[in-house]
């Protein structure tokens, strides 16, 4: 916990540290001098005074409650500052480090985890330092002081009172706090449950309507909901016997001191000596508060430091992950360009074999050039977007070698590998911003200037429906391309992938959602306007792939066909299923 607010904080967040520290001490004792000018007070009543008797360590005490009030708030200010800042830091790491990890590192946090790590979890560390930063170095100091001045004003019976009460508080707490620390553990876990079901809702709503599956997601959520309800409910009834015990605790003990003293009053003989044990039994009376106060705060601090230190271990989890993907050192230019090798390359996505987990490709190799397309295609989960995902390095292989322009894809600096690709996912992904930014996303050594717009508009023909747009270019796209087809966001996609100009150019199954005339025109206009460009393409349709130079099939994970279309026709038993599942023998 003091490990990752401390390493988070800045050189100002230590200084303020510092002050905070010295004005806390300041307010303690200005707080603990309070007494002593109220037992001056109480004193003067029984002796021949002066108005002046009252008024002088009137305004004294005036003067320390507020000196007290101020420095408090200059303290509140301080800390507040302190954990906004550490918020910002802890935030920046977070999103930085989730940033360079590889999509293994983010499969074994899984999304909704990192959501709740990257906000709630940082909120209860930041809301532990602004609570507890005063209460931790406030609370010791008075308990150590008060308890010294307690025991110097105070007679045997008050004293053995306040331990009295003091012993029983802590006890009941320590109870409260065992039957809730446990739940306090599970609640950032219960957390990660109700965002991970919210996220699915979210991103599935289409489906869910289509479907009238809102009753079954709303059980669901209900199931998820009511967990982390009850735990908290748990937590929260157990919590809200602090207060009624504490006010137990703090009148009873005043009561006792009061009618102890009553007692001792009415024993000793001479006003001056009852005058003095008065004024000392309301001094002690405020010490005695002061030390159930300060035992009282330390004990909220142990109820929410275990949540707390929780989360820090969770954010600490984050950031101490070791990125399974490392940065290469190579970032000069290759006299070959283009060229994509795939050696003996297999991969299992938890890169165990001896956990029983088979490998998702198996002896992977091929070699494709400078101009050339390659494309892929197998039935659904035979590995052919895993395939891809090696060569733009999400992942790395288990085994074997995989070179773009004869140097291993391990060995480039990111910047260098990717300015030498263009990727088409899957899924296509648009960010809100205008048609230009999307299509300009990132950072690449293409020119962004109009000419270069209009030919990845033109090569991905998306120029027809950009130009029926308001604005055309510059129309704004919402989150996600919600305001767009599929058709259109794919088109884009392209665009975005053709105007990086780059050596390499991947398709992830990106002409699905494009009807066979806009298939045809995309893949003649690439060809023509990037003579120079390799291709590699996943596709099912093959209409897509019949025309590239070489074609590879894939089955669970193996290379079971290479070659070119009329080779694999006549040689291929899967490339043959395949193809007569679309077309009839004439066709082909």
């Not at 990752?4 to 200005?30: P, Q």
């Not at 008050?158 to 446990?182: F, K």
């Not at 390499?504 to 893949?523: G, P, W």
């Not at 019949?546 to 070119?564: C, P, R, S, Y």
């Amino acid at each position: 916990m003091f490990k990752i607010i401390f390493k988070n904080f800045k050189r100002k967040d230590y200084l303020m540290a510092v002050v905070s520290i010295l004005l806390i001490v300041l307010g303690v004792y200005l707080d603990l001098l309070m007494p002593d000018y109220m037992s001056e007070m109480t004193n003067a009543f029984y002796t021949n005074f002066e108005i002046m008797d009252i008024i002088i360590p009137g305004i004294k005490m005036l003067g320390c409650a507020l000196g007290s009030g101020i420095i408090s708030v200059i303290i509140g200010f301080f800390v507040s500052v302190m954990a906004s800042s550490l918020g910002k830091n802890l935030r920046r790491k977070m999103f930085k480090k989730v940033e360079k990890m590889s999509q293994h590192d983010i499969d074994a946090f899984s999304t909704p985890s990192l959501i709740t790590r990257t906000t709630n979890d940082i909120v209860q560390v930041q809301n532990t330092l602004s609570f507890g930063f005063q209460v931790i170095i406030r609370a010791p100091i008075i308990a150590v002081i008060a308890i010294y001045k307690v025991w110097n004003h105070g007679i045997t019976g008050w004293v053995l009172a306040t331990a009295i009460a003091v012993c029983v508080m802590v006890l009941l707490l320590g109870v409260i706090i065992i039957l809730c620390v446990p739940k306090f553990r599970k609640v950032q876990k219960l957390t990660d449950d109700v965002n991970e079901v919210s996220r699915e809702n979210l991103t599935g709503l289409r489906v869910i309507k289509a479907f009238n599956a809102e009753e079954y997601q709303l059980n669901k959520f209900s199931k998820t909901n009511n967990t982390l309800t009850n735990n908290n409910l748990f937590t929260g009834v157990v919590m809200a016997f602090l207060n009624p015990i504490m006010n137990l605790m703090m009148n009873g003990l005043t009561l006792a001191i009061y009618w102890i003293g009553a007692y001792a009053i009415d024993e000793t003989i001479g006003l001056e000596n009852q005058a003095d044990l008065f004024s000392r039994m309301v001094v002690f009376s405020s010490y005695a508060m002061q030390v159930v106060m300060a035992f009282l705060l330390l004990v909220a601090i142990f109820m929410i430091l275990p949540r707390a230190l929780v989360s820090a271990r969770r954010i600490n989890e984050v950031l101490d992950t070791e990125i399974e993907i490392k940065e290469g050192s190579f970032d000069q230019d290759t006299e070959v360009k283009g060229k994509v090798k795939f050696e003996n390359v297999s991969f299992s996505y938890n890169d165990s074999k001896e956990q029983g987990k088979e490998n998702v490709l198996e002896n992977i190799s091929f070699e494709v050039n400078k101009g050339q397309t390659l494309a892929f295609i197998g039935a659904t989960g035979s590995g052919k977007t895993t395939l891809l995902n090696l060569i733009v390095r999400f992942y790395d292989p288990s085994e074997g070698k995989i070179t773009i322009d004869d140097v291993d894809v391990k060995d480039y600096k990111f910047d260098t590998l990717y300015n030498k690709i263009g990727y088409v996912s899957q899924k296509s992904i648009l960010f809100q911003g205008t048609i230009k930014d999307n299509v300009f996303y990132g950072e690449s050594s293409a020119v962004e200037d109009d000419e270069n717009l209009k030919q990845a508009l033109y090569v991905s023909s998306a120029e027809e429906f950009v130009n029926s747009k308001e604005n055309k270019e510059l129309y704004e796209v919402e989150q996600a391309g919600k305001n767009l087809s599929g058709g259109q966001k794919q088109r884009l996609s392209i665009a975005r992938a053709v105007a990086r100009k780059p050596e390499i150019i991947i398709f992830d199954d990106s002409f699905s959602a494009l009807d066979y005339k806009t298939d045809f025109e995309v893949r003649d206009k690439l060809s023509k306007a990037l003579p120079n460009t390799t291709k590699i393409i996943v596709a099912q349709r093959i209409g897509t792939i019949k025309h590239a130079d070489q074609i590879i099939v894939l089955d669970e994970g193996k290379i079971v066909g290479k070659g070119t279309h009329d080779e694999l026709i006549k040689n291929c038993k899967v490339y043959q299923e395949i193809a007569l599942s679309q077309l009839s023998k004439e066709e082909l």
